[in-house]
């Protein structure tokens, strides 16, 4: 199994709270994402990273931001979590070759 | 732009039976085509992919999945059911950016005994 961790595996939290998800790998791949996982809606990506400090959107990013300043570690931060943001987030990691592994996930909940 | 569809979000067979799992994609490029098996409270796991080469394609636990062009498919089959096969199955198409995935909706399997 790809060296992927994800913390914390569980969280509730208040609408309009912090919330700040972290991704680890030890595999030292380039490429790092996070996606939220949705019934009816399968996985979308948030926001990945092609490098260290160097990151882009994906196709449902408004409410969340990022941040990677070690190979290693990927953040995911929402700013002021709402009801909508409630979800199981996956973090994965890929090195050049397309396929990715994913992380355990974290289950958000948001009350 | 890339997409993605799974026809039926549910599919059940019987233990013995042939499984058929069926992925439609559509791409600007010449794809690169993944299937993952997902199994409660776990993350994804990559079942099997086609790159380049031939294409019928082989992955574990028994499945294969053929690259047919002409009917921009990617089906994931296997020939026999098992109970453990349970699970929810996402089919994937590389992006025309590098490294992005684009998945379908899932199909989830259930395996009668």
């Known amino acids: 199994d790809a060296g992927i961790t994800q913390s914390p595996r569980h969280k509730v939290t208040e609408t309009g709270t912090p919330v700040t998800l972290r991704c680890h790998q030890t595999?030292?791949?380039?490429?790092m994402y996070w996606y939220r996982q949705d019934p009816g809606h399968g996985l979308r990506l948030i926001h990945y990273s092609y490098g260290v400090k160097d990151t882009d959107k994906g196709e449902v990013s408004d409410g969340y931001s990022v941040s990677r300043s070690k190979t290693e570690d990927f953040l995911l931060t929402l700013e002021s979590a709402t009801s909508s943001q409630t979800s199981v987030y996956f973090c994965a990691i890929s090195s050049s070759s397309y396929e990715q592994y994913f992380g355990p996930g974290t289950r958000l909940t948001v009350t | 732009a890339q997409s993605v569809t799974q026809l039926g979000s549910h599919v059940s067979v019987s233990e013995g039976a042939l499984v058929l799992l069926r992925c439609n994609y559509s791409s600007s490029v010449p794809p690169y085509l993944f299937w993952y098996v997902q199994y409660p409270n776990q993350g994804l796991q990559l079942l099997l992919k086609?790159?380049?080469?031939?294409?019928l394609v082989k992955g574990i636990n028994g499945f294969e999945a053929e690259f047919k062009k002409s009917e921009t498919s990617f089906h994931l089959t296997k020939p026999s059911a098992h109970m453990s096969d349970a699970a929810e199955y996402f089919c994937a198409v590389s992006g025309d950016n590098t490294d992005k995935l684009i998945f379908g909706t899932g199909t989830r399997l259930q395996v009668f005994p």
């Open positions: 086609y790159t380049t080469g031939a294409t």
């Open positions: 595999e030292n791949h380039r490429y």
